[in-house]
């Protein structure tokens, strides 16, 4: 995966716009891969899916917490994709109150399966989602990869912890030390 190009994808994006009035003013924005990763260096994290326990209780909060010491350490943009839709997503980011940390909608599931990361979890009646994984990705480019263990279809457990924000933060650390 290091040194791989993100996939090139358009996704189907939801925005607030005043402009189309009623109670529900929201239209569809396509937003490309280019437009998310191109020129930046961000952090990318994929999880099974909005509003599931522990990317709830603790991946999403804790990366809206420590996004500035990602800031402190060259990460200009922290974003959170999912196999969900674009309406699933925003009621996740409203409840979650998040302020630094974007998501990402991968409906579709497009981006994901380009990937490679696309895996079934029909026995939690999910269908196809996407593996636990991190990345740092300047300029479109994977620089950093961050795969939990076990990778696999319908899998019994759902491990996490190499996709923290906890172990990237100590890999961007220890980097800047070597460096
Ligand atoms: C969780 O985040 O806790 C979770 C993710 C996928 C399935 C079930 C739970």
């Not at 922290?78 to 974007?102: H, P, R």
Request: glycine share 8%; hydrophobic share 40%.
């Amino acid at each position: 995966m290091l040194g791989r190009k993100v996939p090139a994808v358009t996704f189907r994006t939801r925005v607030r716009d005043e402009s189309v009035g009623g109670s529900n003013p929201f239209r569809w924005q396509d937003v490309t891969s280019d437009d998310y990763f191109a020129g930046k260096r961000v952090v990318l994290f994929s999880l099974p899916g909005a509003f599931t326990p522990t990317c709830s209780t603790y991946q999403l909060p804790d990366f809206e917490k420590l996004a500035p010491e990602f800031r402190a350490l060259g990460i200009n943009e922290i974003y959170c994709i999912s196999v969900n839709d674009a309406f699933v997503m925003n009621a996740w980011g409203k409840s979650q109150s998040l302020e630094n940390v974007k998501l990402i909608p991968d409906g579709s599931g497009e981006f994901t399966r380009k990937m490679g990361m696309l895996v079934a979890k029909d026995n939690l009646g999910f269908g196809m989602r996407s593996w636990r994984y991190a990345a740092v990705v300047n300029n479109g480019v994977v620089e950093q990869w961050f795969e939990e263990e076990g990778y696999s279809d319908n899998c019994d457990s759902d491990p996490y912890g190499i996709s923290s924000p906890q172990n990237i933060l100590a890999a961007l650390k220890s980097q800047k030390l070597a460096a």
